[in-house]
């Protein structure tokens, strides 16, 4: 049994079992599930386990927070739901293509460069030394040992389509080798950057430490290699359906695909580059501040994909140099919060919390420490853009990736003459305004003496009814993830017409496409899934209509969502309604109604902080 097996078995069970589950990747700090039905998977409970730093939902994706050691857990739990990790065969019921269009692209990009970050850092920190190394005057362009060094720091950036056409064919279940092979030959010197007449037209491209290419023409061949193995016999199909593959790809993705594929990521590239050059201190300041919030939602490698294919082709980017101090000002708060609070288990999440940042890992901070103390998490933001001011006057540019923290610095000194004094500045001028304004602001939770013990003030809040209805104890429900209370305390409510209200004035946080149930937080943080009826997902909407969308602010008593009882009940579900509050343990109590029916806007429970 490895370190981590009871770990991957209660975030298993708590997603809500290997069955919910259709896919599974990870990034650096994240478990990103793919699953069924995510009403069903047990938030409150992942997000005060052991191990776990705290769950967020983005992108179609459910999300465990887990820190440094995920590909570990990660492991355990692919071995125990019978999925080959890292592209192997997935444990799926339900296939990708459910997913949208612009997730399905995504995946296989991700799942193309993922595999690839700590090998691509790693070259990047070699060329961040060999930088300061001859800066300094201890090698020079001359020595043997500069030679070596720059091969090791540039090797995977030209040959960058081999490992990417392995990655990527992996996650198309297509022969790994033949992907790789389709890299190998996009970096075939005598093809690359010379004239090529093929078909009455003259070609002249180059391949090398190019990213999108490989990923279209792997993407291109897979359905071949499939459609060829069907007819070509088993005896000879091994070499034969490569021969086939390789005539009909290549030649193609030279002419037309590579191509096409460069146009786009040079398009997309422009665009953004063009937005920054409008009032590059602005964007810039903005993107500096903001990024710690898309990595909130998982989306900051969306956003910063293309300026890092720059990177990857020897182009420096201001814009990865933007976000790259954020972690800085993260920890300054978490070190003030540190210094401030006297509460003894604060203090023992902040300290390690601290030391990871330092290093660029900002999760546990964030999730641990600033984001449950919003003002502070807000601080954190402000020294982030103002450290984007200093990126912009000093000029600083991202030259190579070596990672986040201390150690990403060295991607950050220029080749041509590294200047440290604006990255020392861009250090200071976030940490320290982060520190300050955080150490100044920052309050324990009030508290009142009585007895010598502190006791935490008390207050409350009311959720009022989202429909009318009769009512029934939580443990009666006949689903017995409802019925146990792991996803909360609540209740059930057996509607007598067709129509969900906002059960206080709150946010939209989640609202599933089959629209059978809706999640919201109210301005107090008290979070609500109401989930209309059990299995209701498998309608895939019909019979549901929704008046709002995930993210709207909604006031008590406005119409969420409507459907229609009679059809529901005819296709064989039960529209038993359970109203959950999600996140049952942040409160000292909750207190329900002791009437036996409900309407629409009647207090539903009171809880207690």
Same mark, same amino acid.
């Given at each position: 049994?490895?370190?981590?097996?009871?770990?991957?078995?209660?975030?298993?069970?708590?997603?809500?079992?290997?069955?919910?589950?259709?896919?599974?990747?990870?990034?650096?700090?994240?478990?990103?599930?793919?699953?069924?039905?995510?009403?069903?998977?047990?938030?409150?409970?992942?997000?005060?386990?052991?191990?776990?730093?705290?769950?967020?939902?983005?992108?179609?994706?459910?999300?465990?927070?887990?820190? @440094?050691?995920?590909?570990?857990?990660?492991? @355990?739990?692919?071995?125990?739901?019978?999925?080959?990790?890292?592209?192997?065969?997935?444990?799926?019921?339900?296939?990708?293509?459910?997913?949208?269009?612009?997730?399905?692209?995504?995946?296989?990009?991700?799942?193309?460069?993922?595999?690839?970050?700590?090998?691509?850092?790693?070259?990047?920190?070699?060329?961040?030394?060999?930088?300061?190394?001859?800066?300094?005057?201890?090698?020079?362009?001359?020595?043997?040992?500069?030679?070596?060094?720059?091969?090791?720091?540039?090797?995977?950036?030209?040959?960058?389509?081999?490992?990417?056409?392995?990655?990527?064919?992996?996650?198309?279940?297509?022969?790994?080798?033949?992907?790789?092979?389709?890299?190998?030959?996009?970096?075939?010197?005598?093809?690359?950057?010379?004239?090529?007449?093929?078909?009455?037209?003259?070609?002249?491209?180059?391949?090398?430490?190019?990213?999108?290419?490989?990923?279209?023409?792997?993407?291109?061949?897979?359905?071949? @290699?499939?459609?060829?193995?069907?007819?070509?016999?088993?005896?000879?199909?091994?070499?034969?359906?490569?021969?086939?593959?390789?005539?009909?790809?290549?030649?193609?993705?030279?002419?037309?695909?590579?191509?096409?594929?460069?146009?786009?990521?040079?398009?997309?590239?422009?665009?953004?580059?063009?937005?920054?050059?409008?009032?590059?201190?602005?964007?810039?300041?903005?993107?500096?501040?903001?990024?710690?919030?898309?990595?909130?939602?998982?989306?900051?490698?969306?956003?910063?994909?293309?300026?890092?294919?720059?990177?990857?082709?020897?182009?420096?980017?201001?814009?990865?140099?933007?976000?790259?101090?954020?972690?800085?000002?993260?920890?300054?708060?978490?070190?003030?919060?540190?210094?401030?609070?006297?509460?003894?288990?604060?203090?023992?999440?902040?300290?390690?919390?601290?030391?990871?940042?330092?290093?660029?890992?900002?999760?546990?901070?964030?999730?641990?420490?600033?984001?449950?103390?919003?003002?502070?998490?807000?601080?954190?933001?402000?020294?982030?853009?103002?450290?984007?001011?200093?990126?912009?006057?000093?000029?600083?540019?991202?030259?190579?990736?070596?990672?986040?923290?201390?150690?990403?610095?060295?991607?950050?000194?220029?080749?041509?003459?590294?200047?440290?004094?604006?990255?020392?500045?861009?250090?200071?001028?976030?940490?320290?305004?982060?520190?300050?304004?955080?150490?100044?602001?920052?309050?324990?939770?009030?508290?009142?003496?009585?007895?010598?013990?502190?006791?935490?003030?008390?207050?409350?809040?009311?959720?009022?009814?989202?429909?009318?209805?009769?009512?029934?104890?939580?443990?009666?429900?006949?689903?017995?993830?409802?019925?146990?209370?792991?996803?909360?305390?609540?209740?059930?409510?057996?509607?007598?017409?067709?129509?969900?209200?906002?059960?206080?004035?709150?946010?939209?946080?989640?609202?599933?496409?089959?629209?059978?149930?809706?999640?919201?937080?109210?301005?107090?943080?008290?979070?609500?899934?109401?989930?209309?009826?059990?299995?209701?997902?498998?309608?895939?909407?019909?019979?549901?209509?929704?008046?709002?969308?995930?993210?709207?602010?909604?006031?008590?008593?406005?119409?969420?969502?409507?459907?229609?009882?009679?059809?529901?009940?005819?296709?064989?579900?039960?529209? @038993?309604?359970?109203?959950?509050?999600?996140?049952?343990?942040?409160?000292?109590?909750?207190?329900?109604?002791?009437?036996?029916?409900?309407?629409?806007?009647?207090?539903?429970?009171?809880?207690?902080?």
């Amino acid at each position: 049994m490895g370190k981590y097996s009871k770990l991957a078995d209660d975030i298993i069970k708590n997603v809500g079992g290997k069955e919910n589950i259709i896919g599974l990747q990870h990034c650096i700090t994240r478990l990103r599930f793919n699953l069924k039905d995510e009403s069903i998977a047990n938030d409150g409970i992942l997000k005060n386990m052991d191990g776990v730093i705290t769950v967020m939902k983005a992108m179609g994706q459910y999300m465990v927070v887990i820190g @440094e050691h995920v590909p570990h857990v990660y492991a @355990e739990v692919c071995e125990k739901i019978g999925m080959k990790p890292y592209g192997g065969k997935e444990l799926r019921e339900v296939e990708e293509k459910k997913a949208s269009l612009f997730n399905r692209v995504l995946s296989v990009v991700m799942g193309g460069m993922g595999p690839c970050l700590n090998m691509i850092c790693a070259s990047g920190i070699v060329k961040g030394l060999t930088t300061l190394l001859t800066f300094l005057g201890v090698i020079t362009p001359e020595d043997g040992v500069y030679l070596l060094l720059t091969a090791i720091g540039d090797a995977i950036f030209f040959f960058l389509p081999l490992m990417l056409g392995f990655n990527v064919a992996k996650k198309l279940k297509m022969d790994s080798f033949l992907g790789f092979l389709i890299g190998a030959i996009m970096c075939y010197p005598a093809i690359n950057g010379v004239d090529i007449n093929l078909f009455g037209h003259v070609f002249n491209a180059t391949y090398t430490g190019t990213f999108l290419p490989v990923v279209f023409m792997v993407a291109a061949a897979a359905p071949l @290699e499939r459609f060829f193995k069907k007819y070509v016999p088993e005896l000879v199909s091994n070499f034969i359906v490569p021969v086939i593959v390789l005539i009909i790809v290549v030649p193609i993705g030279f002419v037309l695909i590579g191509p096409i594929a460069n146009l786009i990521g040079v398009g997309i590239n422009t665009g953004i580059n063009s937005l920054l050059k409008v009032s590059p201190i602005i964007a810039g300041t903005i993107l500096a501040g903001f990024y710690q919030v898309f990595v909130l939602f998982g989306v900051h490698g969306v956003l910063f994909m293309f300026p890092f294919m720059d990177l990857m082709q020897g182009i420096p980017s201001q814009l990865m140099a933007f976000t790259f101090f954020s972690c800085f000002a993260q920890i300054g708060v978490v070190l003030a919060i540190y210094l401030r609070t006297k509460d003894i288990k604060l203090k023992s999440i902040a300290l390690p919390a601290f030391i990871s940042g330092i290093f660029g890992v900002t999760e546990p901070a964030i999730y641990g420490v600033t984001l449950p103390r919003i003002k502070m998490f807000i601080i954190s933001c402000i020294g982030a853009a103002a450290s984007g001011v200093v990126v912009y006057f000093g000029n600083i540019m991202m030259y190579t990736y070596t990672g986040m923290g201390v150690i990403g610095l060295l991607g950050l000194l220029n080749p041509n003459g590294p200047q440290i004094l604006p990255l020392i500045l861009a250090i200071a001028v976030s940490f320290t305004i982060s520190f300050v304004l955080a150490y100044l602001i920052y309050k324990d939770d009030i508290v009142e003496e009585k007895s010598n013990k502190k006791i935490q003030k008390v207050t409350q809040e009311i959720v009022f009814a989202p429909a009318n209805g009769d009512l029934a104890s939580l443990k009666e429900s006949s689903d017995e993830a409802f019925a146990c209370e792991a996803l909360g305390k609540g209740v059930l409510i057996r509607p007598i017409d067709g129509k969900i209200v906002s059960p206080f004035d709150g946010t939209v946080r989640t609202l599933f496409p089959t629209k059978h149930a809706i999640g919201i937080v109210s301005d107090n943080g008290c979070e609500i899934l109401i989930h209309i009826g059990y299995n209701t997902v498998q309608l895939d909407g019909k019979y549901f209509e929704s008046f709002v969308e995930q993210g709207d602010v909604v006031k008590k008593g406005d119409l969420l969502v409507t459907f229609d009882t009679e059809q529901i009940i005819k296709e064989g579900y039960s529209i @038993e309604t359970p109203i959950i509050i999600t996140n049952t343990d942040n409160y000292l109590d909750i207190i329900e109604t002791n009437n036996k029916n409900v309407r629409a806007g009647d207090e539903l429970f009171t809880v207690v902080h």
